[in-house]
């Protein structure tokens, strides 16, 4: 609570004020202290022998540079980081089973893509949701403001940036599995889809934004479902 009590002004906490965010860094270094009952002093380093490009130079971008991005790299992203690949063994025959990219709760959907394409070359901007099992993107004639969708994000300025993908919840098939432990699964499931997308834009060298404070717009419609999270590329 003392802790708490010495940030002054919380609105500083959001990511920008470095002296806050230092302050932050140490309270969470202090977290290591709890488990100084159990604490011997032996300790191992840990060293690497390869350092992955990919995770190595991620980072976050918020004002991203004027930069189209080509058709074929866009296709590459979108396909490794959510389509479906599907497997033909021994043990699904004669079935041949859609494996996701990324892992999921009892291997089921509870997560839909609907990505805006603003700076892609060959490809119009506007919405458009995916079909992992077919690979197709399907226009969507929706008429929302990208930027009423962010308003909260007064630091991030997605004008430039390639596209967004907002991720969609339906939470019908784990609910049934599930019951209300469904939702906290589709958030992991969305965190390792996001994952795959950031690390997949790191490999072409572009990055992103992941944005979590958005509006919930849309929801007064039967046939929209609610938005968990987004992110935007770009460079
Ligand atoms: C769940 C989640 C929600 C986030 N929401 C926002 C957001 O709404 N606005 C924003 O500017 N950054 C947002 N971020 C990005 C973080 O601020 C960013 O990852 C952090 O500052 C670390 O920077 P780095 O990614 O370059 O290491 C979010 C990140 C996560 C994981």
């Given at each position: 609570m003392k802790e708490i009590e010495k940030i002054k002004d919380i609105s500083k906490i959001y990511f920008f004020d470095i002296s806050s965010l230092s302050s932050l860094i140490e309270i969470q270094k202090k977290?290591?202290?709890?488990?100084?009952?159990?604490?011997?002093k032996k300790s191992i380093k840990l060293k690497t022998r390869k350092k992955l490009p990919i995770i190595q130079n991620r980072k976050t971008v918020r004002n991203f540079r004027k930069i189209?991005?080509?058709k074929d790299i866009f296709f590459d992203i979108i396909i490794n980081s959510f389509c479906k690949r599907f497997l033909n063994s021994k043990i699904t025959k004669p079935y041949s089973l859609p494996k996701k990219t990324y892992p999921a709760a009892g291997g089921l959907n509870m997560l839909d893509f609907i990505i805006y394409v603003n700076n892609?070359?060959?490809?119009?901007?506007?919405y458009y949701l995916l079909d992992p099992y077919e690979k197709k993107l399907i226009k969507l004639d929706l008429n929302l403001s990208l930027k009423k969708?962010?308003?909260?994000?007064?630091?991030?300025?997605?004008?430039?940036?390639?596209?967004?993908v907002l991720f969609i919840s339906d939470l019908k098939a784990g609910i049934?599995?599930?019951?209300?432990?469904?939702?906290?699964?589709?958030?992991?499931e969305a965190g390792h889809a996001a994952q795959n997308l950031l690390l997949c834009s790191s490999y072409f060298k572009f990055?992103?934004?992941?944005?979590?404070?958005?509006?919930?717009?849309g929801e007064k419609s039967k046939n929209f479902k609610p938005i968990e999270y987004g992110v935007a590329i770009g460079k």
């Open positions: 977290r290591l202290s709890k488990y100084s009952l159990y604490k011997s189209s991005m080509k892609i070359s060959g490809i119009g901007k506007g969708i962010f308003k909260f994000t007064e630091n991030v300025n997605l004008e430039n940036s390639c596209f967004t049934i599995k599930y019951g209300p432990r469904a939702y906290r699964y589709c958030l992991i990055s992103g934004v992941c944005l979590g404070a958005f509006e919930q717009i």
